[in-house]
């Protein structure tokens, strides 16, 4: 049986949230997941929705969604959820790792690490299923980044505010000194 082929769609521009796109989420899939939920007006909306009606088929997962507030409130925009998995086990028994394409709006590579609320295009395929109560996977291929908020980790950007103490570490407190490691010394645990 060949390969069924689907066409390759690109988003309109919309705001990332939660983006995996630098590195696999292991989370829930220890293959690993990129994803990156992206979120549009509603004339953006549009244009994806009419890709992905045609093949919802009565399907009941629909990859677009409203968004919602923090009360569960409707805010007027809408939610695309687009994801490639990172490791691939095909049922004939092939399998790869692959990761989506990062560009920047010139078309160069990007290495840097793509946060919420950077502005993005998505590169994808609408993939129909059966399986689950069926619906629509959006593929995703490539990312062009067209606006970028780079990725701060928490600890690594620690605001500590304006709090002064007097405590400084001495500078060889983390090291083992011989006199504390008696190898003669032997415990039963």
């Known amino acids: 049986m060949a390969k069924q082929k689907f066409d390759t769609h690109v988003s ?6 939660y ?65 490639m998995k990172a490791h691939v086990k095909t049922k004939g ?10 560009v920047d709006s010139d078309g160069n590579r990007v290495m840097a690490a793509i946060g919420g609320g950077s502005k993005l295009q998505v590169q994808y395929e ?21 606006d970028l908020v780079e990725y701060e980790s928490k600890a690594d950007g620690t605001n500590w505010g304006e709090e002064k103490g007097s405590y400084v570490s001495p500078k060889d407190e983390f090291k083992v000194s011989e006199e504390a490691v008696d190898e003669d010394e032997e415990e039963d645990f």
């Open 12 to 17: 309109p521009a919309g705001i990332a949230v």
């Open 19 to 83: 983006p995996w796109l630098n590195k696999a989420d292991t989370k829930f899939d220890a293959d690993g997941v990129f994803s990156v939920k992206l979120i549009f007006d509603k004339a953006a909306t549009k244009k994806i929705s009419d890709i992905v009606k045609p093949l919802m088929n009565g399907g009941a997962n629909n990859p677009i969604k409203p968004e919602l507030d923090d009360q569960g409130e409707k805010t007027g925009q809408y939610v695309a959820n687009f994801k």
């Open 93 to 102: 028994g092939d399998e790869w790792d692959q990761k989506p394409i990062l």
């Open 126 to 146: 609408a993939i129909p299923y059966d399986a689950m109560g069926g619906g629509v996977s959006l593929r995703m291929k490539k990312v062009r980044v067209l």
